[in-house]
């Protein structure tokens, strides 16, 4: 199969097809069923057999609840603080900054908390490391961080210490292991203790086990991260001698990487500085500014965020991507690079292309320069599953390309008590307590019986010394997960959320954690765990009544008082501070210690290793077998955000899965593994209505169409084998199976995973989503110390079974016309730039082509009269331009509603979502979910089309079938976030029979639920799709903690009731009411009138919210700054000000029906290289 | 063939006719007087509280301004119930040895919440801000009615969306000066505008003026309440 790499010719939306499933890429019968439809098949229909049993029980509670509601108002009881906390006030909101721990890794966040319940995570906008130079930026926040809340009262969690199931307190499991300790010690056996972390970063902490070292001597502490980054450290030691932490800036301070380049490293999604990547790269591509865009190559085996939104991507096996790195460095120039032979044309070609646009740029916007010039700074990045050589391979090219210093900065490593690499560091653990060289080991958040590689059995062996008399095995962790129940005492970890800590960013910057709540499950952080064991060593009964909160805080703030003692002289951003105190206080406030930072490392020198690198064995290409690549997992990472329903609900931001993981592989391998969907297999308790036909359609589609039954794999690597369904997705490598880590919990808990006893996880019943069972398919297996993120020489076969996966990737498909819209416009700059007119035609009026000019000067005349400010093209480009018909009263005439004029004249919400910046990370997904209190459905009804989430991340490749099959390089992946479209003219308000749907005086499309009866004639009304039906009672009312969770300021919604986007109603409100009660004081004030009119009167005020007072959850949330929602009437506003900017790119999607959406996008631009369409093409 | 009715069936089946109607009619005026009526809607209704305290005695007796006790109700969507430490600022220093004080002292002293029967309290879906009222001139007494003069406290309108419509469709019935919210017996005559020194104002005319001045709106869209 010839990989060939050149791009399409320049792409509009026309030209190369766009779709979501290959169902609809083949227009099967099938799928065009389903665009007819408000849901996908069987959302609407009961299709659940129903016992008499449950019906009975359904109706009698019905019949309860028919009993007892509609009279009288519940009484309740107010329950005032004695005292009232200083600032606090019943009912207003208070933000507090403190930072999620991630790998070791901190991202700063801003916790919104009610009543001393935290129930949002929000962007902390001032710290320095994440925030832009560009006063409109926002720095967002990642679906980890938003998800922690739900994290944080998971009933699940472990709720109190016990001794092998036995209930202890915190002081009898203090005096037992002080007591154990004192004896070891005592005896002389200090080398027997052992403890066990993952990857830490916070100096209070290292300092804790420092001291715990010193106490216990020869003790020992391991580390074991699943996901760390050892390959780096050690690629740097090599280069340049030391370990070092890269940090990647790819703009800002002066600095913009204009061609970036990686090599199996998923820049823009995965490692601690993703986020910060994310916004600086959509820095880089920002339509409004006249500079080129950055240009992104990925090399990469699966197709990742970062491939997705690549200008070129090249898909290659991963024993191929050292080859590849070792050919551009012989390019460059780099000492000991070799050209490679084994390479196939066109990926020399691409390699050659790449090198040379790395050096220099030939073209700006698609216009060819008169002499090429040097590029000033590039990047080229490589992802922690390469190999250490890899790195020192990388680290020298980008030396050679002058990065270092400019994009590439190298600091001392964060990680603590390094360079040992963690993976080691568990198999030396594992080795000892084999040889019974150890007699206490404590583990402290990190779950290696899970996580650990196959080769090492660290689930016998621990359960084996946990059974040996005079052994003491301790776990300290948030859930009783799997290793924790192979240890005698269980101890409750504090949630970063309720307790004092701190930690680094991916920079080298301290956040203080701050506790929003005391412990909800009497949990204890790591360094009062540590405290416990050492400060009281003389006397194992002093820690009993001590008040843990303060102990941890006395601890984090004393460390940052010898810290500012120390630092006070030397650095400079100390100087503003007078105490102590007001330095504390104000980096508590602020979310970072203001004045700390990691030196970077200047003045290094590559050493001579580089050459021999270059030359080693390593870097070679492996034949034609299957290979196999492991990841991080997009949603549940390694597994340790397993029982967070929010996370694995939200779906794959390129597989559109949920409630799973599959091994990915493209259609070609597929074809070659004879893989056949299971028609003819007829599935127990599956009816015939309930399979809708694709399948027999087209065999290799695993099933596209949302409820899908797949083949099961055996993938066998040195013998181990795991079942796992197969998900074909274009763009992976050929001969490649991707897959990915963190599933196939067996102790994650009800939602992730539970396994009762000694039971066995059955692969056929794995991840039926019902309580008890397993969530997908646990990978580690068949990993080695060897092969960590990659293995060769693997083999495949269809072993029969089949697998049911919940994917979204076919529901909610919009259509237009009778066909499916593909609704995404993309053009590349150097159409965008010959062509400005390229977006305004909508596909959705397909079909109209001929009619273009004959359409549009009568229509054009035609809304004139009707024009009140919508968003209508005023070039009148578009063939078929629709007649603003609208539900909003023209604001000249004489309205006897007066709040509507009032509306047109001051606030005009609206949203604008631009392609060109969204990866589709999908912390919208979450943020929105957690704001709104959307309740999670699960894997079965997922599978049904009834998932809950207001806005969705469509995703679409742009390919023709015969590449698909062909060439997966070839493969374009677009995403599309799609909330309620906010329409002016909205269908779903023409057809609700009991008004609960209407427009608001601001022009807002309401959705008032307690109205709503149900009759989901909105839905099927809706051509967006967006709106979203309880057909079960899907929220949660008894759970005591998960009550504690919900955002006081929106409805909980019960069964039977349909909801929607509300463009944050709750906040608009907030904030006009503020901007209203802030008018009227100072109307008062100064002795002013107030004006209703949008642009003011002289001598008068006008209520006006002012922009960047409504921040919508999925804009607060997004670190690409891709959303966009503001008053579109003030001309200040930042979404009037970029729809101003970028005008000839927004367009809104299904125009040609009428319905004048609030919501826009603005178009998408790809910057290829043209040196390689004219090269090739 | 012997008639099967006697003569006064028609007169039956007239009344029954007739009665029917009258019923079904009357069954839905009852249901829509019960759904009205203080056993549904809570009001009237005094609770037995831990504290028998009387807002009489407080406000109309001492004088002591809502806002003393209440005291987000100008700045955040919930009026706050005073905390015991509001109590205790006098009751640290009269009426220290009162027997119908000991649940307050006890309260302090122990750092236990009292716990106050709620009396108020709207549905779950429907959000309602103080202090944009009062910020917009709605006097407590415009929905709480005369707390001054009650010894318990009752809930005194019904707390229907009716209710609440009522006044959102016609704002101007109930709007007063900024500084007399607080002011339970304030009237419209009472209103003295310097400029004109001599006009008695009736409500209809200061609420007019009031409405334009402090830019009050007739909000009835559903999201204005409800989110």
Known sequence: MS???????????????????????????????????????????????????????????????????????????????????????????????????????????LVKNYEGRPIKIEANTTHPSFKGENPDSNPGVDMFALASILGMYDPDRQFAPNNKGAAQTWEDAFRALNTRISELKKAGKGAS?????GQITSPTLASSIGRFLKEVPNARWHQYEPLANDPNYVGTALAYGKPLETVHQIHGKGVRAEVIATFDCDLLYQGPAALALVRQYSELRDITKSEEMTRLYAIESALSVTGAKADHRLAAKPSEIPALVQHLAAILGVVGGTEQTGLSADQAAFIKALAADLLQSTHTNGKKLEKPVARKATLVAVGIGQPPEVHALVAAINEKLGNTGKTVRYLEPLAQHRPLATTESLAVLAADIKADKVDLLLVIDTNPVYSATGDIDFKSL??????????????????????????????????????????????????????????????????????????????????????????????????????YESARGTSPDLLKFKTFDEFYTISLHDGFVHGYTTKEQTGLKLTDEVAKIARAATLKTSGSGLEVVFTQDDTVYDGRFGNNGWLQETPKPITKIT?????????????????????????????????????????????????????????????????????????????????????????????????????????????????????????????????????????????????????????????AEGRAAPLVRVAT???????????????????????????????????????????????????????????????????????????????????????????????????????????IVGKHEVSRGREMHWIRVDRYFQVTYHDTLENPSKVRTYHQPVPCMQCENAPCEQVCPVAATVHSYDGLNDMVYNRCVGTRYCSNNCPYKVRRFNFFQYTDYTTPSLKLMNNPEVTIRTRGVMEKCTYCVQRIRHAEIEAEKRTVKQAGAEKKSITRKKDGEPGKLTARINDGEVVTACMGACPANAIVFGDMNDPKSRIARLKSAAKHLNYTILEGLNTFPRTTYLAGLRNPNPNIESAQG | MAQLFPSYANTLIRAGIVGAILGAHGLAAAALIFVRSPYTTGSENAATQPIQFSHAHHVNGLGIDCRYCHTSAEEVAHSNVPPTKTCMNCH????????????????????QSIEWKRLHRLADFAYFDHSIHVTKGIGCASCHGRIDHMQAVYQKGTLLMEWCLD??????????????????????????DPAQPDKVWSQEELGAKLKSDLNVRSLITCSTCHR
Not at chain 1, 542 to 549: F, L, R, W
Not at chain 1, 714 to 734: L, N, Q, R
Not at chain 1, 895 to 924: F, Q
């Open chain 1, 462 to 563: 621990l359960e084996a010394m946990s059974l040996k008399p005079g052994k003491t095995t301790v776990a300290v962790a948030q859930y009783e997960d799997e290793t924790a129940i192979q240890c005698q005492w269980r101890l409750p970890l504090a949630h970063y959320l309720e307790q004092w800590g701190d930690a680094l960013t991916y920079d080298g910057r301290a956040v203080i954690i701050q506790p929003m709540i005391a412990p909800l499950y009497h949990g204890k952080s790591a360094e009062e765990f540590l405290a416990g064991l050492t400060a009281h060593e003389s006397d194992p009964m002093a820690t009993a009544g001590s008040s843990s909160e303060r102990e941890g805080h006395d601890l984090v703030k004393s460390h940052w008082k010898n810290w």
């Open chain 1, 3 to 109: 990989i060939n790499t050149t791009p399409t010719a320049p792409i509009t939306s026309a030209e190369a097809p766009l779709w979501r499933s290959l169902e609809e890429l083949l227009e099967t019968p099938g799928y065009q069923d389903m665009l007819h439809r408000e849901f996908p098949s069987q959302a609407g229909e009961w299709t659940d057999p129903v016992s008499r049993r449950s019906f009975l029980s359904l109706m009698g509670a019905s019949l309860a609840l028919a009993g007892l509601s509609g009279c009288r108002q519940p009484s309740g009881t107010i329950v005032p603080n004695v005292r009232e906390a200083d600032g606090s006030q019943p009912g207003l909101p208070l933000y507090f900054a403190s930072a999620m721990t991630l790998s070791g890794y901190a991202t700063p966040v």
């Open chain 2, 92 to 111: 640290s220093q009269i009426w220290v040895g009162s027997t119908m004080l000991e649940p307050v002292r006890e309260s302090y002293k122990n750092d």
């Open chain 1, 659 to 815: 409630w799973d993981n599959a091994a990915y592989i493209n259609y070609a391998t597929a074809n070659a593994l004879g893989m056949k969907l299971a028609k003819e297999n007829k599935l127990p308790g599956l009816s015939e209505r309930e399979y809708v036909a694709p399948a027999k359609e087209f065999g290799t589609t695993a099933g596209e169409h949302g409820r899908a039954y797949v083949d099961v794999l055996d993938i066998t690597v040195d013998g181990k084998t795991v079942s796992i369904p197969a998900w074909v997705v274009p763009g992976v490598a050929d001969n490649t199976i991707v897959l990915q880590l963190g599933y196939g919990r067996t102790r994650a808990g009800r939602v992730g995973g539970h396994l009762i006893g000694k039971a066995k996880a059955e692969p056929s019943k794995v991840g039926n989503g019902k309580a008890g069972d397993v969530v997908g398919v646990n990978v580690n297996a068949i990993r080695t110390q060897d092969s960590l993120f990659s293995a060769r020489s693997a083999t495949a076969k269809v072993n029969g079974r089949t697998h049911l996966l919940a994917c979204t990737q076919g529901h909610h498909s919009m259509e």
């Open chain 1, 829 to 935: 700059v150097a159409t965008n730039a010959s062509n400005p007119h390229w977006v305004e035609h909508d596909p959705s009026l397909a079909g109209h082509k001929g009619d273009k000019a004959t359409d549009s000067h009568a229509k054009k005349d035609d809304h004139k009269g009707h024009d009140h400010g919508h968003d209508h093209k005023e070039e009148g480009h578009g063939h078929g331009k629709a007649i603003p018909l609208t539900l909003l009263p023209n604001a000249d005439d004489n309205n006897p509603i007066e709040g509507y004029e009032y509306a047109e004249k001051v606030h005009r919400w609206g949203m604008v979502i631009d392609l060109n910046r969204c990866t589709g990370c999908s912390a919208c997904v979450v943020a929105c979910q957690s704001e709104n209190n959307s309740p």
């Open chain 1, 193 to 197: 203790v052992r403890l066990l972390t």
């Open chain 2, 167 to 192: 006044c959102h469709r016609a704002p101007e019935k109930h709007l007063r000066p900024r500084d007399q919210i607080t002011n339970m017996a304030w009237t419209a005559d009472q209103y003295h």
